[in-house]
């Protein structure tokens, strides 16, 4: 199978052409404009310079969330849009499954992919390693710092740090005496590769049916929220 797959639920933002499991080609940039501006161009640009065009493609995978409000719908509305365009089938996979990815390799390691969700919260799951293969620990979940560290001290297993929130568990691990890893540079952000990744063994649905993962309200919901409830 070839898949175009895009990753924009974070500052960094990334397409991928894979096929059967190999990487094609990969654009990425991390240079903090907005995805709306980039995000087609540079799934263009690489369909264009592999000589390939939205018809060789056999479906389009994209990260879901959780991550950045705004980058998960630009996204999946990116997504859903070439996917109408060129009759194209969609795979939504969870950003955090995709990140594990990057950690393929690492041995006998916890694969923690992690996203500052800001409000004292990381995004995160957990997964291991076995026969290269990745199996869940965790489900993707919104929590504090604190309540992994907790977790971290009763695992038997040291920590593999991936994603934008990496640097943060690392040095926070680093400061409880708990044992962790991360990789280099140009491994810790998200990846469209990654995104590939996590499609492989999932099925295609049809575009219409892809929906973004939060996995909490945005802050203008939750303030909506509170002020509905001060009214009543």
Same mark, same amino acid.
């Given at each position: 199978?070839?898949?175009?797959?895009?990753?924009?639920?974070?500052?960094?933002?990334?397409?991928?052409?894979?096929?059967?499991?190999?990487?094609?080609?990969?654009?990425?940039?991390?240079?903090?404009?907005?995805?709306? #501006?980039?995000?087609?161009?540079? +799934?263009?640009?690489?369909? *264009?310079?592999? !000589? @390939? /065009?939205?018809?060789?493609? $056999?479906?389009?995978?994209?990260?879901?969330?959780?991550?950045?409000?705004?980058?998960?719908?630009?996204?999946?509305?990116?997504?859903?849009?070439?996917?109408?365009?060129?009759?194209?089938?969609?795979?939504?996979?969870?950003?955090?499954?995709?990140?594990?990815?990057?950690?393929?390799?690492?041995?006998?390691?916890?694969?923690?992919?992690?996203?500052?969700?800001? #409000?004292?919260?990381?995004?995160? +799951?957990?997964?291991?390693? *076995?026969?290269? !293969? @990745? /199996?869940?620990?965790?489900? $993707?979940?919104?929590?504090?710092?604190?309540?992994?560290?907790?977790?971290?001290?009763?695992?038997?297993?040291?920590?593999?740090?991936?994603?934008?929130?990496?640097?943060?568990?690392?040095?926070?691990?680093?400061?409880?005496?708990?044992?962790?890893?991360?990789?280099?540079?140009?491994?810790?952000?998200?990846?469209?590769?990654?995104?590939?990744?996590?499609?492989?063994?999932?099925?295609?649905?049809? +575009?219409?049916?892809?929906?973004?993962?939060?996995?909490?309200?945005?802050?203008?919901?939750?303030?909506?929220?509170?002020?509905?409830?001060?009214?009543?």
């Amino acid at each position: 199978m070839r898949l175009l797959a895009i990753e924009s639920s974070a500052k960094a933002a990334s397409v991928a052409v894979t096929e059967d499991g190999a990487l094609v080609g990969q654009y990425f940039q991390s240079s903090g404009l907005t995805h709306s #501006r980039t995000l087609l161009k540079m +799934a263009e640009d690489l369909l *264009e310079n592999l !000589e @390939l /065009r939205l018809s060789d493609i $056999d479906a389009v995978a994209v990260a879901r969330g959780p991550g950045s409000f705004t980058g998960v719908r630009i996204g999946v509305a990116a997504a859903k849009g070439l996917c109408w365009g060129g009759d194209k089938p969609v795979v939504g996979v969870s950003t955090l499954e995709a990140m594990a990815w990057q950690g393929e390799g690492a041995g006998d390691y916890i694969v923690c992919p992690v996203m500052d969700a800001r #409000r004292g919260q990381i995004y995160n +799951a957990k997964f291991v390693f *076995e026969r290269d !293969e @990745l /199996r869940r620990l965790a489900e $993707d979940r919104a929590i504090a710092l604190d309540e992994l560290v907790s977790e971290a001290k009763k695992d038997k297993k040291p920590y593999f740090f991936v994603g934008d929130g990496a640097k943060l568990c690392y040095n926070r691990f680093s400061d409880e005496g708990l044992p962790a890893l991360l990789p280099p540079e140009p491994m810790l952000l998200q990846t469209a590769w990654g995104v590939a990744r996590a499609a492989e063994n999932k099925t295609p649905e049809p +575009a219409f049916d892809l929906e973004p993962n939060y996995l909490r309200l945005s802050q203008a919901e939750r303030e909506r929220l509170e002020r509905l409830k001060n009214e009543n």
